[in-house]
């Protein structure tokens, strides 16, 4: 029962800290349709890395889907970097939005966009995949401004 107290808690903050950041034109769509079932499996926060074994630092939030999903901007904004073959998160894109954040989709099986491309909300701009350094098909995805990393779960609007 205090597991779903919880969870339940959690998601009611996210709801509130969503709709706080909508109105400050901060808000963004899930970067994975609804239509692939995605499914968030790891949190921002601490947590123990299942590869390397040790406490460490998840910057993002990991998140499954079906088979070759498609991965979606979260808002409009400017492709800044791509990269084919980082050795931790294999193919990822990085975007320029608004009020200096970036977004980062990593793990991808494909890039769909390129360098200094602008995107919409919505747009494609990749497959789910499992490149670089991770043991499942996922989607990492990151929210950053200035540098540092902040809860996604901040700035996604989950519809009603």
Sequence with gaps: MKTIKKVSLIICISLLLASFTEEKGNSF???INEKFNPKITSEFGIK???ILKVE???KGIDIIADENANIQSVG???VIEISEN?????KYVIIEHKNKLKTFYAHLNSISVE????VNSGEKIGIIGKSGR????QLHFEVLKN???LNPLEFIVVKK
Aim: aromatic share 8%; hydrophobic share 15%; glycine share 10%.
């Design 56 to 58: 460490k630092m998840h």
């Design 76 to 78: 409009k904004g400017k």
């Design 48 to 50: 123990k890395h299942p």
């Design 29 to 31: 769509i899930f970067p």
């Design 86 to 90: 980082d050795s931790k998160y294999g």
């Design 115 to 118: 360098k200094n491309q602008t």
């Design 147 to 149: 540098g540092k990393s």
């Design 134 to 137: 991770t043991i499942s098909e």
